[in-house]
Each structure stands twice: as C-alpha cells, then as structure tokens.
C-alpha cells in the first residue's frame, strides 16, 4: 500500500492498460477535514467528524427519499491514487499482500466505499458521518445502506435460488 505513490519494498508495480471504457461521470464532491493521506483516517468511523457531500445538478433530484436511512453507502473516486500495484506492503516492512486482498485505496479502478451515518439533508448537501477520503473527492454514487433497504419492485425467481452446497456466505475463509 502507498502513503505518498511510493514503491515498497517488494511491491509490485504492472503496466496498466490505458483506462478507457467505464466512462465513470463524477456526480458530486465530497468536503472533509483531510487534505493529507497522512492524516486521513483508513477508515471512517460513525463517530468521527462530520463530512460533507455535494450532488450536482442535474442528480440533486435523486437525493429524494435519501433521508428515510439511517445509514447510506458512498462510492467515491479515490482521484490521487495510483493504480498500477498488484502487490502491496500495507506494513512497510517487505511483506506483499494482493491488491484484491485489500482495502487499500491503490487499485486499477480506485473505487473506495463507505457506509456512513446520514446526520442531515439540506437540499442537495448530505452531511454525514463515518468517510475516511481527502477533501474534494469525487462521488461516484450513493445507495441505501444494504442492510436496510427492501427491493420495492416485486422479487424474481433469481431472488429464491439457493445451491445446497453452498456455506454460510459470511463466513470469512481463513
Ligand atoms: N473506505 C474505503 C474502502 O474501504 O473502499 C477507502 C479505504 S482507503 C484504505 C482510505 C485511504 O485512502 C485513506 O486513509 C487515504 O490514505 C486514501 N485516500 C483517501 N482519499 C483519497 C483520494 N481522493 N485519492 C487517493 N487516496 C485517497
């Protein structure tokens, strides 16, 4: 993992094919108390500061009914990261992890996500809680907190399939 864009020890750097087909359209901007990687929290905490997130017009309308969770999920565009790690040493201390092994914000798509805690709705402003990216990042998306939100459109035949071999899904494979 990178503080600053540096290589580590035994981190490894690909070449990165050109970016080219998402076509991702930045939607908003977030405002935070963080403008140094160094001091940003790795990730936000529900009882840290309160953060800011801007939509732009002409999405402002789609922040109707945002207030009705407690909790959202933010995408955002972790703009100053580089992309270009497959191996990565969090630690700084020679020991390599996968990228997909991680959180780190230096990805080839560098998507970080959050589940903060919605404290108000001014308009197209959401003030929030529990962000953890440098001020001026930009958003990608916004969704109800999963753990909250029921489909309003009526379940399809996909929704009750279920593989008897299957584990508990949440069971983290160590
Ligand atoms: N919570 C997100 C996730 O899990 O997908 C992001 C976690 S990432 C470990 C958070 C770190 O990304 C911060 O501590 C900071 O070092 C870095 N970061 C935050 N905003 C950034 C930005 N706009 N560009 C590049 N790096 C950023």
Known sequence: MVRE???RANEVAVRAPEPADAALAFIG????PWTSRLTCPRQGRHDG?????EVFEPW????EGVAAFERLEILYWLDRSRRDLVL?????????HGTFSLRSPVRPNPIGTAIVKLEAVNGSI???RGLDCLDGTPLL???????LFKPIAPPQPGDFETDP??????????
């Open 5 to 7: 864009n540096e290589i």
């Open 29 to 32: 901007r977030i405002s935070t």
């Open 49 to 53: 500061p309160l953060c800011t997130i």
């Open 60 to 63: 402002a309308a789609g922040l």
């Open 88 to 96: 990565q040493s969090p630690g700084n201390n020679g020991v390599v």
């Open 126 to 128: 959401l003030s929030v």
């Open 141 to 147: 998306d916004i969704k109800p907190d999963r753990t």
């Open 165 to 174: 071999a299957a584990t508990a899904p949440y069971c983290q494979k160590r």
